[in-house]
């Protein structure tokens, strides 16, 4: 089960449609917009609804119907309960839409900057259902969110109305999936509205992950070069201090911030040990021997490097290549269900660490569950990525099916986004790879032109 994602106009983005898989590169020459894409695409993965908006718009419907629930209830008309209750998660759905909306219209325009950046429209859909939704700017310039969502339906197994509470266990399906529905200890319309959004809600949205607006996984991560991190929170630090940034971790799209939520992660020392033991390759061909976490203050700690020559040198002063890739799989190996968005995986890298970095976060991503959507126009990364799937996928057939490579194309009118096809015998990365082709042509004019060069001084010198 995976995503399907159209964009429509953003910023030289004339049109996308694609399949947002565990592993997904997009791939693209300068100024076609993959930042833009990437940067939109973790900004739907990590927004967060604002509950105060979605309690102001929803509470005022339930309490008639907290009132019919418990009556159907006592009188043992499951039947009736189950009616009820596929009303309240309609609602609920529907209050989603305006608890969404301002945040992540807020979002858009702070990460993506000039308005004419902004998306004109979004469709995220589950490809096996017709769960999902879509966003679009008016005429006005206006956000208008709608969730897609259709056939809710409840069915009950079992309730119970005793010492003024109900319970209520059963099943609850939407959209062609269900998932087993258990409420306890329900004294009013308010507890009714906090089971079912704790429970329901999430379920709901985890099936359009990684663009599940918060609800998916542990964790979203977007790695970028530290000096674009810094350009692009400029207007946020002007608004509000570093410390009141930080604690809103997901605005700040920058390597600044995702060190910040990583050294405070409680996990983060099983992280070190896990990239200390299986990205052996990776770090040895950075230049790390070691690496372990010192105590900079309670609650915050330093990733420390050994370097080759047992040098231990803290993150902040390391070479730009560790400092900028030592990120990733650090974000990635910090817990299960994590979705990371890279901008140029391959920046400030020799490409043989490129490589054993791909290696390394293929193999993490599959096993663990998680997301890896990075850019890059780089010919060797798409190479690389081409090795790691074939390898795989002689060990696990199908492996190619987690993997999705989109081409961004400029054309005379806009950037169109192309998918190309991924099977077992991996994919065509001669897009790029034409540039190779490109310069050793040009190689074979300019040593002609040395050779006649030479015959014309030889005949002059005659």
Same mark, same amino acid.
């Given at each position: 089960?995976?995503?399907?994602?159209?964009?429509?106009?953003?910023g030289?983005i004339?049109?996308?449609?694609?399949?947002?898989? +565990?592993?997904?590169?997009?791939?693209?020459?300068?100024?076609?917009g993959?930042?833009?894409?990437?940067?939109?695409?973790?900004?739907?993965?990590?927004?967060? +609804?604002?509950?105060?908006?979605?309690?102001?718009?929803?509470?005022?419907?339930?309490?008639s119907?907290?009132?019919?629930?418990?009556?159907?209830?006592?009188? @043992?008309?499951?039947?009736?309960?189950?009616?009820?209750?596929?009303?309240?998660?309609?609602?609920l759905?529907?209050?989603?839409?305006?608890?969404?909306?301002?945040?992540?219209? =807020?979002?858009?325009?702070?990460?993506?900057?000039?308005? /004419?950046?902004?998306p004109?429209?979004?469709?995220?859909?589950?490809?096996e259902? /017709?769960?999902?939704y879509?966003?679009?700017?008016?005429?006005?310039?206006?956000?208008e969110?709608?969730?897609?969502?259709?056939?809710?339906?409840v069915?009950?197994?079992?309730a119970?109305?005793?010492?003024?509470?109900?319970s209520i266990?059963?099943?609850?399906?939407?959209?062609?999936?269900?998932?087993?529905?258990?409420?306890?200890?329900?004294?009013?319309?308010?507890?009714?509205?906090i089971?079912?959004?704790?429970?329901?809600?999430?379920?709901?949205?985890?099936?359009?992950?990684?663009?599940?607006?918060?609800?998916?996984?542990?964790?979203?991560?977007?790695?970028?070069d530290?000096?674009?991190?810094?350009?692009?929170?400029?207007?946020?630090?002007? =608004?509000?201090?570093?410390?009141?940034?930080?604690?809103q971790k997901a605005?700040m799209?920058?390597?600044?911030?995702?060190?910040?939520?990583?050294?405070?992660?409680?996990?983060?020392?099983?992280?070190?040990?896990?990239?200390?033991?299986?990205?052996?390759?990776?770090?040895?061909?950075?230049?790390?021997? /070691?690496?372990f976490?010192?105590?900079?203050?309670p609650?915050?700690?330093?990733?420390?490097?050994?370097?080759?020559?047992?040098k231990?040198?803290?993150?902040?002063?390391?070479?730009?290549g560790?400092?900028?890739?030592?990120?990733?799989?650090?974000?990635?190996?910090?817990?299960?269900?994590?979705?990371?968005?890279?901008?140029?995986?391959e920046?400030h890298?020799?490409?043989?660490a490129?490589?054993?970095?791909?290696?390394?976060?293929?193999?993490?991503?599959?096993?663990?569950?998680?997301?890896l959507?990075?850019?890059?126009?780089? +010919?060797?990364?798409?190479?690389s990525?081409?090795?790691?799937l074939?390898?795989?996928?002689?060990?696990?057939p199908?492996?190619? !099916?987690l993997?999705?490579?989109?081409?961004?194309? /400029? !054309? !005379?009118?806009?950037?169109?986004?192309?998918?190309?096809?991924?099977?077992?015998d991996?994919?065509?990365?001669?897009?790029?790879?034409?540039?190779?082709? !490109?310069?050793?042509? @040009?190689?074979?004019?300019?040593?002609?032109?040395l @050779?006649?060069?030479?015959?014309?001084e030889?005949k002059d010198? =005659?």
């Amino acid at each position: 089960m995976f995503v399907k994602l159209s964009i429509r106009n953003l910023g030289p983005i004339e049109n996308i449609e694609t399949i947002v898989k +565990p592993i997904t590169c997009v791939v693209g020459k300068n100024a076609v917009g993959k930042s833009l894409l990437l940067m939109t695409m973790y900004t739907l993965a990590s927004t967060l +609804p604002d509950f105060s908006k979605w309690f102001e718009t929803t509470y005022r419907d339930i309490e008639s119907l907290y009132e019919d629930l418990t009556t159907s209830v006592k009188e @043992e008309a499951n039947n009736r309960v189950a009616q009820i209750l596929a009303k309240y998660t309609k609602n609920l759905i529907q209050g989603l839409e305006l608890a969404i909306k301002e945040p992540l219209r =807020q979002r858009l325009e702070t990460l993506l900057g000039a308005p /004419d950046l902004v998306p004109r429209e979004i469709l995220v859909l589950d490809t096996e259902t /017709d769960l999902g939704y879509k966003m679009r700017y008016n005429e006005e310039k206006e956000l208008e969110f709608r969730f897609v969502c259709h056939d809710v339906n409840v069915t009950i197994e079992r309730a119970l109305y005793h010492n003024d509470s109900l319970s209520i266990i059963g099943e609850v399906t939407w959209c062609k999936s269900s998932e087993h529905l258990e409420l306890r200890g329900i004294r009013s319309a308010r507890d009714v509205s906090i089971s079912l959004a704790g429970y329901v809600l999430p379920r709901i949205l985890a099936s359009l992950a990684p663009l599940s607006l918060g609800a998916w996984g542990n964790l979203q991560y977007f790695a970028c070069d530290a000096r674009a991190g810094v350009l692009r929170m400029l207007p946020l630090a002007i =608004q509000s201090t570093l410390l009141a940034s930080y604690t809103q971790k997901a605005y700040m799209p920058a390597v600044v911030s995702e060190f910040l939520s990583i050294l405070t992660n409680k996990d983060l020392n099983k992280a070190v040990e896990h990239v200390r033991n299986s990205a052996k390759e990776f770090l040895n061909e950075i230049g790390i021997r /070691d690496i372990f976490l010192e105590e900079i203050t309670p609650g915050f700690y330093k990733p420390v490097i050994v370097d080759r020559w047992g040098k231990k040198i803290g993150i902040e002063y390391v070479s730009s290549g560790i400092r900028e890739s030592i990120l990733v799989p650090l974000a990635l190996t910090v817990a299960e269900g994590v979705a990371v968005f890279v901008e140029e995986i391959e920046a400030h890298l020799h490409p043989r660490a490129l490589h054993k970095l791909i290696k390394y976060l293929v193999k993490e991503v599959i096993e663990r569950y998680s997301f890896l959507v990075f850019t890059t126009h780089n +010919p060797i990364t798409l190479s690389s990525l081409n090795n790691v799937l074939l390898e795989l996928e002689r060990k696990k057939p199908l492996i190619h !099916e987690l993997f999705t490579v989109l081409y961004l194309v /400029d !054309e !005379e009118h806009g950037v169109r986004g192309v998918e190309v096809p991924v099977s077992e015998d991996g994919f065509d990365e001669s897009a790029l790879g034409k540039i190779y082709e !490109e310069l050793l042509e @040009e190689r074979a004019r300019l040593e002609k032109e040395l @050779e006649k060069g030479a015959l014309h001084e030889s005949k002059d010198s =005659q």
